[in-house]
Every structure is written in C-alpha cells, then in structure tokens.
C-alpha cells in the first residue's frame, strides 16, 4: 500500500521569496507522483506529475518539483512566489499497478503575504 | 471545451435520508473517479468507474455506491446518510488511467443535519 506524507500543514511566505513544499510516500512498488492545487471553494488543478525519465519536472505557474527515489521525496519548489499562489497544495501518488486510484497527502496550505 | 460538471454544488440533508450525486466527465472521457474530502481524513478514493464497469474501489461502507451510464455521466449514491458523510464530492474525469491526467469538477458540498 502506498501514503503520502506532507510535513508542513501551513507555510506562510512573502511574496517574491522562494518556497518548498515537502512531500513524502510509502510504497513497495514503483509510482507515479502528483501535485495538485486547490484554490477556495473550487476543485484541484493538477501542476506538474512524474512518471519517469527526468527527475525534475517542470509544470505549471512556473512550480517545478524533483523526484528523489533514495530519499523517497517530491518536493515542490517555486523560485519567487506571488501573492496569487495562496491555496491549498496535494500531493499524490499511484502505483503502476493499481494506477487508477490515487493517494493523497494531508495538504500544504500556502500562505502569501505582501 | 467545457470542463467536469459536478451537480448539485450544494445540498443539505437530514440523517437517515438518501442522496445521488451527479458528473458529467469531459466529452470523450471514459474513466470517472470520486473522492470525499473532509477536514479530519482530508481527501479519500471512493470508487473509479470506465466505460460502465467499476474497476476500483476504496475502503468505504455499502452506504456508498455509484454506477456510470453509456456516455460516461456517472452519479454517487448514499444512502442512511451520517452525519460524518457532510463533505465535498469531488469527481474526476480523465481519458483511461489515471496518470494521464485527471480533471477534477468544482465539488458536491454536502451537509447532513
């Protein structure tokens, strides 16, 4: 069985500073990685996602994540964040074996402040 | 091209009550996926429908059931409803496998009184 674990539940930050979001997984067998965003009141919207070949991958709004297979990590970075980037952040995981389900962490809430 | 349409966005219901929900998957998707998310387990697989077959299941009571239809609408089912069921319902649509990329609707909010 795969999990997910988020170490932060919040992150407060400036705006224009750089973030990482830390995200964590279980799994016995090889998986696929996700990030989603939720902003209020709406449903997530995916960012970015490893399936294999580069470790670090590039996606949306200019966030980028790197797969560590040794540490099992996929953190999330952005280099200079904006005030607009305030919203709740999941990572996910599946496994290739039972790919139609994903797994979720507990969420990072981003907070931008001016 | 529209998105995934998730109906009612918003329901109140009493205890002991049944309840369906509704998603409308991007055309041309045939996988449809559900999740409950709430503040104490946060977000939760509920079950994954394809071309009307569930193939996926996550560790919920009976209360909770689904099918799709022909064209991909799928609808959630609960029954004897808890109040520990009040959450957001949140589907998901995508071409087959997950990993290919899933689009989520806005949500069902349900609240059971």
């Known amino acids: 069985a795969q999990s997910v674990t988020q170490l932060d539940s919040q992150v407060p930050v400036f705006e224009e500073a750089p973030v990482e979001l830390r995200c964590n997984y279980s799994s016995s067998v090889s998986v696929y990685l996700f990030w989603y965003v939720q902003y209020p009141n709406q449903g997530l919207q995916l960012l970015l996602k490893y399936l294999s070949g580069s470790t670090l991958v590039k996606g949306i709004n200019g966030f980028e994540a790197e797969f560590n297979k040794s540490q099992t990590s996929f953190h999330l970075r952005k280099p200079s964040v904006h005030i607009s980037d305030t919203a709740e952040y999941f990572c996910?995981?599946?496994?290739?074996?039972?790919?139609?389900?994903?797994?979720f962490g507990t969420g990072t809430r981003l907070q931008v402040f001016p | 091209k529209a998105g995934v349409t998730q109906t009612p966005r918003y329901l109140i219901k009493t205890r002991g009550q049944q309840v369906t929900l509704s998603c409308s998957p991007i055309s041309g998707h045939r996988s449809v996926s559900w999740y409950q998310q709430t503040p104490g387990q946060g977000l939760q697989f509920l079950f994954e429908y394809f071309s009307e077959t569930q193939r996926n299941k996550g560790n919920f009571p009976g209360r909770f059931s689904g099918r799709q239809f022909s064209n991909s609408r799928s609808e959630m089912n609960v029954s004897t409803l808890e109040l520990g069921d009040s959450a957001l319902y949140l589907c998901?649509?995508?071409?087959?496998?997950?990993?290919?990329?899933?689009?989520f609707g806005q949500g069902t909010r349900l609240t059971v009184v």
């Open positions: 998901a649509s995508s071409l087959g496998h997950i990993n290919t990329e899933a689009f």
């Open positions: 996910a995981v599946s496994s290739r074996e039972d790919t139609d389900k994903l797994i």
